[in-house]
């Protein structure tokens, strides 16, 4: 197989802050046009980084910006859904401008343009940046609907055959993952499938390519799970937690003490 040049990381990190500002100018969601000579920076630096990695650099990077309107619609949709589902978030601006939630999912977005064209490595440095910026790892073959919500979002995992439906909530620590590392399951399903208006708590943990949740259900904090569960369905994990006052006990507590006394009673009666 014929190496592949791997594009330089700098240049694909100018390459994203590019399409962010053409498609948000000082993060202001409301510009109804893509400045052309913008487009035409973010089309020419798409095209310098193609070579090696499609068939036909011109065509996808043409096709790339063609579609940037679509995906700015749908950005914006998810930035407000982000808006609506969090209190500490006052403005829409500000979630454009600085929530790691957003900038990770219009990474993913772009990325996702470009995986959905066979483009090779390029869409998963893209997502790769995010990663690094953030801590929210999403493979760019990855299908999620919108709108669709990060809440804080450091150590969000989605794999790469995953499906998340619309209006889905996921807060940080969530795990969309495999059972199994196994190469030979490369060309399976091997990630969940998430239904519309679900809620993933944080540090929930799904695995397995045939676990679905069901649509309007809610998945708890540290809930480990690896089948399915029907629509409308709560599922949470349940631990005991004791808390006591310490002013009651007439004397500290001495561990090692009445581990000593416990086993020399436990003599006494043998």
């Excluded at 994990?237 to 001495?254: D, G, P, R």
Aim: net charge neutral; aromatic share 6%.
């Amino acid at each position: 197989m014929k190496e592949i040049d791997i594009p330089n990381p700098k240049t694909v990190e100018k390459m994203i802050i590019s399409v962010f500002e053409l498609l948000f100018p000082n993060s202001h969601p409301s510009s109804k046009c893509l400045e052309e000579s913008s487009q035409n920076q973010v089309k020419q630096q798409l095209a310098n980084l193609l070579p090696g990695l499609t068939g036909n650099p011109e065509e996808v990077s043409d096709s790339f910006v063609e579609k940037l309107a679509e995906v700015k619609k749908t950005l914006v949709t998810d930035a407000r859904f982000i808006l609506e589902s969090d209190p500490a978030a006052t403005q829409l601006v500000e979630v454009i401008a600085i929530y790691p939630g957003f900038f990770a999912i219009f990474c993913y977005r772009i990325a996702h343009v470009l995986s959905a064209r066979s483009v090779s490595i390029l869409p998963r440095m893209i997502t790769e940046y995010a990663h690094r910026m953030t801590g929210i790892d999403i493979h760019p073959s990855a299908t999620i609907g919108s709108p669709f919500s990060i809440d804080h979002g450091t150590g969000i995992v989605i794999g790469e055959t995953t499906r998340i439906g619309n209006n889905v909530k996921i807060y940080q620590g969530v795990t969309l993952g495999a059972l199994s590392v196994d190469k030979r399951k490369t060309s399976q399903k091997r990630h969940p499938t998430i239904g519309d208006n679900v809620i993933l708590y944080a540090g929930c943990t799904i695995l397995g390519g045939e676990t679905t949740i069901g649509r309007n259900s809610i998945i708890g904090g540290n809930v480990w799970l690896t089948e399915s569960v029907a629509p409308y369905s709560v599922v949470y994990h349940k631990s005991e937690i004791i808390v006591k006052n310490h002013k009651k006990h007439e004397s500290k507590l001495n561990f090692r003490n009445d581990r000593q006394y416990a086993t020399h009673k436990d003599q006494q009666a043998l």
